[in-house]
């Protein structure tokens, strides 16, 4: 997320914290941003990470990845061909008109997560093309509320958006995916976002 210039007012923000605090703060902060990069296009760097052991504390044991598989399994899952097993938009989830039919993507969900970032100053970052509802970017969001401070409005924006939607996602991808990386991802981010 990159910051605005009508964030919120230095008065709008909770007091200092100690610094036990704030250390647990930036690590929940540190967890979200994560596993937003985590959702979000598998890369080199990402793969490196992961070799490096780098992400075992956050994700647990990801097992090898390769980069090619998990691009391939990343189209697979998410992108398509013929229409993704999992969409990662908080819209298909919330916005059907059946409860169990998946709805539109960029759907009233899309505009609701919007009026948070809109009221934060923030917007995803031009080098993240996702839409607003992804969930790398909704995880980045919360991330951003964590490293603010905001625990009460990152509460909320969990309750009202992620805990909403990420769980139907999750299963779909536990249950669809043939990568170990992606099955210890949604494991993860299931017990993230419940905390």
Known sequence: MTEQTNAPRERDRPAALDTESDELQSAVAATYAVLAECWR????????VAHAGELAPVVGDVGSVDLRDLRTEYT????????PPCPPYESVYRDGEAPDELGPV??????AVTRWYREFGVQPAPDHPDL???LATELEFT???AEQGFDDRLDQFLDEHLRQWADEFLTRVE????EPFYT???ETTREVVHQ
Do not use: N
């Not at 960029?106 to 505009?111: F, I, Q, R, S």
């Open 41 to 48: 296009e598998p890369t080199e760097q990402l793969v490196e």
């Open 106 to 111: 960029k759907g009233p969900a899309t505009m």
């Open 132 to 134: 607003p509802d992804h």
């Open 143 to 145: 991330a951003y509320l």
């Open 76 to 83: 697979r899952l998410f992108i398509g061909p013929a229409g």
């Open 175 to 178: 249950r669809e995916t043939r």
């Open 184 to 186: 210890a991802l949604a």
